[in-house]
């Protein structure tokens, strides 16, 4: 099985992605809130490191579908992942059982040093060589994918377009993509465009999963700086239009999440609900036109 | 390695103007980038060139405001407001100027050890602006957001740091560890004597109030910082107290031989300020019995001469320079029996001066900082 016969799998629906140590949302009160009426379809699950709270969340999810997010391998550093890092990748997936992993194209460490903020890859022809290396690797040794996500922009270096470096990745890895519409947002805002400028011509047949979250938009001098803040934002209505505009064109598309780190509980629920609206009108529309097969008769 | 050259060099800009300006300017050969960043090839400087110079800025300056907000402004909230008089300019503006400076490049985490930001503050070139009370304040606001809790945690300190921040006369005490005999006086608990001009709690909270620091004599006195496993109780005590306190850090002593070392004219100072650390639960063994008030003086103006403490002379004391109280004459005379000076309409939160030894916690349970 290669990492793009993922994409031959069912849509799993709208999930909420959680960091394990917060207790903001509570993922116990989430699941048990998910009991008598589904709110949402799956976690998406950041462990930072050790597997331990990990195999806690596989045992009270009780046949929930769950994804892993992992943070820190760096695929777009010019060096081979950390063996550590790959360590804790794997040992997460593992106590999972996730059917793929989530990876930013971005970086954490620079000689060493832990960054003091999240740096997205510099978009450049050798850049995505790197990633391509990277990421093959990588998914020599990891129990299921690693599958790239696009990381939030505040100050795009290189000359490709985030469109053109995911499907640049995507094609010479061999993997499915992870497009997070927020961050693809806050590209477009840095180089002045439209929300979904590059999109015709980008292989969204290659989109497994796709991300929104909360974000706020700082004007700084007249520059626009945008700001992932997950749960402690809105997602903004321009994401949700995205979405609703992306969803019916991603004709193997697995899932849609919402990163919720740092809401409340019901904020968290709230935005379930919200997405979830959004995600059935479209795939209803595009499954009655015959834009959208369900995944047997794509198989 | 090209691309790695250019995720270094695009550290340095996000955090150096002077290389963000470089690459606005067009720097030929990257010579003046290279002192920065060391060399980078045209290709890849052209990359990071190509970058909009104005959201470059607006993301540096972002990135400072965040790294200040979220390592600095609890711990730190009087050396930022502080530094930031000192250039006339804003508290971001402190951070930009730590983040491109080479102590930024030695810190721990984020900042735990306060290298990042107070080796910058201590490194400026030019200082000439700086009030007169910030060294105390950067002592103070260290010890009480770093050096005591990281202690009380076994966690190192930056020894470096230390010996730039703090004035020769802070010391660490602690209990001899033979019991003393019941009639000597002795050193009740370990704590920490930090020399001091100026009312450093008072002017911090101002200056996180966002008030101006009024005027301020320099009267010198002692924080005592008290410990205890995981906190601190945090007193005021006149000048003579380091002396009384220096003496008992070596040993226990006979209560009729500790105020041998003091000057007749400071010696019921010198009993006052004993009796203070005593009640306060610093000290402890029977007080020596209260000294006579001095003879009158002969002439008028002697008096004054000999009880008034002179700024130098306070000053001398307050950084540790004077010796312990071996020889009566080295003595630096204390503040009277004045209570340290308040920080008068600045300090709304604390507006009432304290008495020689008022107690208040200086660090909560658990590393919660003050």
């Not at chain 1, 769950?66 to 943070?71: A, M, S």
């Not at chain 1, 053109?164 to 993997?175: K, N, P």
């Not at chain 2, 608990?189 to 008072?202: C, F, H, I, T």
């Amino acid at each position: 099985m290669t990492a793009l016969d993922l994409l031959k799998g069912p849509f799993l629906g709208v999930g909420l992605g959680i960091d394990v140590h917060s207790s903001s949302p509570d993922w116990r009160k989430l699941l048990e809130k998910n009991k008598p009426k589904r709110a949402f379809d799956f976690f998406e699950v950041y462990t930072r490191g050790e597997p331990g709270l990990a195999k806690q969340v596989k045992e009270a999810a009780r046949g929930l579908p769950l994804i892993y997010h992992h943070e820190g391998l760096d695929p777009v550093y010019p060096k081979p992942p950390r063996d550590e890092a790959v360590e804790a990748c794997v040992e997460n997936m593992k106590a999972l059982q996730a059917p793929w992993c989530v990876e930013e194209l971005a970086y954490r460490r620079l000689d060493g040093r832990y960054l003091d903020f999240f740096m997205p890859a510099v978009l450049t022809e050798e850049s995505a060589r790197t990633a391509v290396a990277n990421l093959r690797a990588l998914n020599e040794q990891t129990p299921a994918p690693v599958v790239p996500e696009n990381a939030p922009y505040q100050l795009p270096v290189g000359n490709l377009h985030i469109l053109e470096y995911l499907a640049l990745i995507s094609e010479r890895a061999e993997v499915p993509i992870v497009l997070d519409l927020g961050h693809l947002y806050s590209f477009q805002i840095c180089r002045g465009s439209e929300p979904l400028t590059g999109i015709e011509t980008f292989p969204l047949d290659r989109v497994i999963e796709l991300h929104v979250a909360g974000s706020v938009i700082l004007n700084r001098d007249g520059v626009q700086l945008y700001e992932d803040v997950h749960g402690a934002g809105e997602i903004p209505p321009v994401v949700l239009d995205m979405l609703s505009q992306v969803v019916p064109r991603c004709e193997n598309l697995r899932a849609v999440t919402i990163e919720v780190e740092d809401a409340t509980t019901e904020v968290a629920l709230a935005q379930a609900h919200q997405v979830k609206k959004v995600v059935d009108k479209a795939r209803a529309g595009a499954l009655a036109t015959g834009r959208l097969r369900p995944a047997k008769q794509r198989r | 390695m090209a691309l790695l050259d250019q995720l270094r060099l695009l550290d340095r800009a996000l955090r150096d103007v002077r290389v963000r300006e470089a690459l606005r300017t067009g720097d030929r050969g990257g010579r003046r980038l290279a002192r920065f960043a060391g060399s980078v090839a045209p290709a890849d400087l052209a990359v990071l060139r190509a970058v909009d110079a104005r959201r470059f800025e607006a993301v540096a300056q972002r990135q400072a405001e965040m790294i200040r907000d979220r390592w600095w402004k609890d711990r730190y909230p009087g050396a930022l407001a502080g530094t930031a008089l000192a250039i006339g300019a804003g508290t971001r503006e402190v951070a930009l100027g730590a983040l491109a400076s080479p102590s930024f490049d030695r810190r721990e985490g984020e900042d735990e050890t306060g290298v990042a930001l107070l080796g910058f503050i201590l490194s400026r070139e030019d200082r000439t602006q700086d009030p007169e009370w910030l060294a105390d304040l950067l002592a103070y606001e260290y010890l009480v957001a770093t050096g005591l809790p990281r202690r009380s945690k076994n966690k190192p300190v930056d020894q470096g740091l230390e010996q730039r921040l703090l004035p020769e006369g802070t010391r660490f005490l602690a209990p001899q560890a033979r019991k003393p005999a019941k009639a000597d006086l002795a050193l009740a608990r370990k704590l920490v004597v930090l020399p001091s001009e100026y009312p450093s709690d008072e002017i911090r909270e101002a200056l996180r109030a966002g008030q101006n620091v009024p005027e301020l004599d320099a009267r010198p006195h002692v924080v005592l910082f008290l410990l205890e496993e995981e906190a601190a109780t945090e007193l005021r005590a006149p000048a003579l107290a380091h002396d009384l306190l220096d003496v008992l850090g070596q040993g226990s002593v006979a209560p009729d031989k500790i105020l041998e070392a003091f000057s007749a004219e400071d010696k019921r100072d010198a009993y006052a300020a004993l009796k203070a650390l005593v009640e306060a639960g610093v000290v402890q063994g029977p007080l020596p019995a209260e000294p006579a008030p001095p003879p009158p003086p002969r002439r008028k103006g002697a008096k004054a001469a000999t009880t008034e403490p002179s700024k130098e002379k306070g000053k001398e004391k307050a950084k540790g320079k004077a010796k312990p109280p071996e020889k009566p004459a080295a003595k630096a005379p204390a503040p009277g029996a004045k209570p340290a000076p308040k920080a008068k309409p600045a300090a709304k939160a604390n507006p009432k001066a304290k008495p020689a030894a008022t107690k208040k916690p200086a660090q909560q349970k658990k590393g919660k900082r003050k």
